[in-house]
């Protein structure tokens, strides 16, 4: 080997050990320079005294020591690297991504004031945030999700035809909130207050995958997408609440009295826009810390498939029938969502190419006593419909639960398939994501379709 | 005889700071240079002394600033501030008093004879 290949290689190996460092979160790029320069330094030094350049670079790298070792020594120091910074105005050291993550927290603020703005806009006509259910319960979700669209449309450059459809189907949902003549009190409000959120969720999503709406991959990251937006939810909720409480407590102490601000302003207004927020949140985190949503599901999957199990275990050890009530088959239902979610949930985390384990037999067991259950409870439930009638809350209820039942039957056979590595763990994904569409349509069917086929009852 | 981490450790902030008041420094140096003068027995490494020059950093002891040096590379140069030599000072006095304290009782030990071994290693 000659003198110049020694250097050539000894230079591919430098670029090789920076690879590495730079993977490594507890050292910063300004620190693998230093480091860098102390390695060539040493290199040097080793060259001098007589070592060829492969040799210098192997006893350089050793004294160096592991650079676990050395980024321990480093996350010592450094403690707050491990912990990212979810940064609002683009990250220190960072400045690639700065004035577009600006122009991007000031496109979401803006979204969230329309939004804010947009559910105080029907004010202007006389209607009262907490007189008129009958108008904000189904358009509740028409104030908030067309502006989460709008801020990820313009996150992806959306194209005029995908815009176009956007449009159109948020226009559908506001018809369908709003042109039925429907009575305050009837079901179909309720109804639609449930399905019409679905349905345009489901719409956020074509923003979301963009033009690649066929992409399965895709839309696993919607479903992704949707969860950690929930827990965001919940999370900003909680906070929302709790400044609500000081809100009261402190005011009150003066003597003014904020019930009507906090009930008419500062709840609408933060409840629509809080969603936007989430929803960039959610955008903006991507990759900063672990996915929540899966954590959760790999917590409580074990402890939901040992109360189903028990829960079974009682039906038949008593022998008694389910008493099903009038709530009973939604109460079921929920039950099939949540067992759904910690379904997709969990395969949304999954490596594809991982062998099956242990936790993929711990979820066929939910999926199968959870099926166990709903069955059951159908056969109950079916003879009590045809004997009391047909209302738009049972069909769409035994509509939801028929849907359901089928995810979760078609997921326990691919599972049980992919257990005895008959099938890719890739099928199980793509079913799921190819039945979105499925419960996109069942929503807007039961907001178009149902009032006037129980004629507005 | 190789020193202890520990002694090491508690020894490395004024070492430092030391070597650093002689002239401005970058770590590979600073290394070399703590090397040269304890003749190789006391054994520092880069795990040691980069956090260590940043905590000092972020103490404000030690100000930083970036060189270019032969082509692409560019070497972190450190310098004392005057905070760091109010700091220096005030170790350099603690390790005074440490030191005396020990001679004094390591001297008193020879004069009596009871731990030869020890006073003609300590005076080797």
């Given at each position: 080997m000659t003198a110049q290949e020694g250097y050539e290689e000894l230079e591919s190996q430098f670029a090789q050990w920076r690879h590495y460092v730079e993977g490594r979160r507890e050292l910063q790029s300004s620190d693998a320079d230093e480091l860098e320069d102390h390695l060539r330094g040493s290199v040097d030094g080793l060259i001098a005294s007589g070592l060829s350049p492969d040799e210098a670079f192997l006893v350089a790298i050793k004294r160096l020591g592991s650079l676990d070792d050395l980024s321990r020594e480093f996350a010592r120091e450094h403690?707050?690297?491990?912990?990212?910074q979810l940064a609002l105005t683009g990250r220190t050291g960072g400045s690639e991504a700065g004035p577009r993550s600006r122009r991007d927290l000031w496109v979401m603020v803006g979204c969230a004031a329309g939004a804010a703005a947009s559910v105080k806009a029907p004010e202007l006509f006389g209607l009262r945030f907490e007189q008129d259910g009958s108008f904000y319960g189904p358009n509740f979700s028409l104030f908030a999700l067309p502006w989460l669209a709008a801020y990820l449309g313009w996150s992806r450059q959306v194209g005029h035809r995908l815009i176009a459809i956007l449009v159109a189907l948020f226009a559908l949902g506001a018809v369908a909130a709003n042109v039925y003549p429907l009575a305050d009190d009837s079901q179909s409000v309720v109804v639609t207050s449930i399905h019409l959120p679905i349905a345009l969720w489901l719409v956020v999503g074509l923003a979301y995958v963009?033009?690649?709406?066929?992409s399965s991959r895709r839309r696993m990251d919607f479903i992704r997408f949707t969860g950690e937006c929930f827990i965001y939810y919940v999370l900003i909720a909680l906070g929302g609440g709790v400044l609500m409480a000081f809100m009261f407590g402190t005011f009150e102490a003066i003597g003014v009295a904020p019930e009507e601000f906090i009930s008419q302003w500062l709840m609408p207004c933060g409840a629509v826009a809080a969603i936007v927020v989430a929803g960039w949140l959610v955008e903006v985190k991507q990759g900063v810390v672990e996915n929540i949503a899966p954590v959760l599901t790999r917590l409580f999957t074990p402890l939901f498939t040992a109360a189903l199990l028990a829960f079974l275990v009682a039906v038949f050890w008593t022998s008694a029938g389910i008493d099903v009530e009038r709530q009973a088959l939604i109460l079921f239902d929920l039950l099939l969502v949540v067992v759904l979610g910690l379904l997709l949930y969990s395969l949304s985390a999954r490596d594809p190419l991982a062998p099956p384990g242990l936790f993929d037999r711990l979820q066929v067991a939910l999926v199968v006593s959870a099926l166990a259950i709903d069955v059951l409870v159908l056969l109950e439930i079916t003879g009590r419909i045809t004997e009391y009638g047909t209302t738009p809350n049972k069909v769409a209820a035994l509509g939801e639960n028929v849907i359901l039942l089928a995810n979760l039957a078609w997921s326990a056979w691919l599972m049980v398939k992919f257990l005895r590595r008959r099938t890719p763990f890739a099928d199980l994904e793509r079913w799921q994501t190819s039945y979105l569409p499925v419960f996109a349509g069942w929503a807007w069917v039961v907001v178009l379709v149902f009032p006037p086929l129980f004629s507005y009852a | 005889m190789k020193v202890t981490k520990d002694l090491v450790a508690a020894s490395a902030t004024p070492m430092v700071l030391g070597i650093l008041a002689e002239a401005d420094n970058y770590g590979y140096a600073i290394l070399r240079r703590i090397n040269e003068l304890s003749g190789g027995e006391l054994e520092w490494t880069e795990g040691l002394l980069y956090p260590l020059l940043h905590r000092l950093e972020r103490l404000g002891y030690v100000a930083s600033s970036w060189q270019s040096v032969t082509g692409e590379r560019r070497r972190k140069y450190y310098s004392i501030t005057s905070r760091g030599l109010t700091e220096l000072a005030e170790q350099r006095r603690q390790w005074d008093t440490v030191v005396d304290a020990l001679k004094g009782i390591w001297l008193g030990l020879g004069d009596h004879g009871s731990l030869p071994a020890i006073t003609l290693e300590c005076r080797a």
């Open positions: 403690s707050e690297r491990l912990w990212k963009a033009d690649d709406w066929r | -």
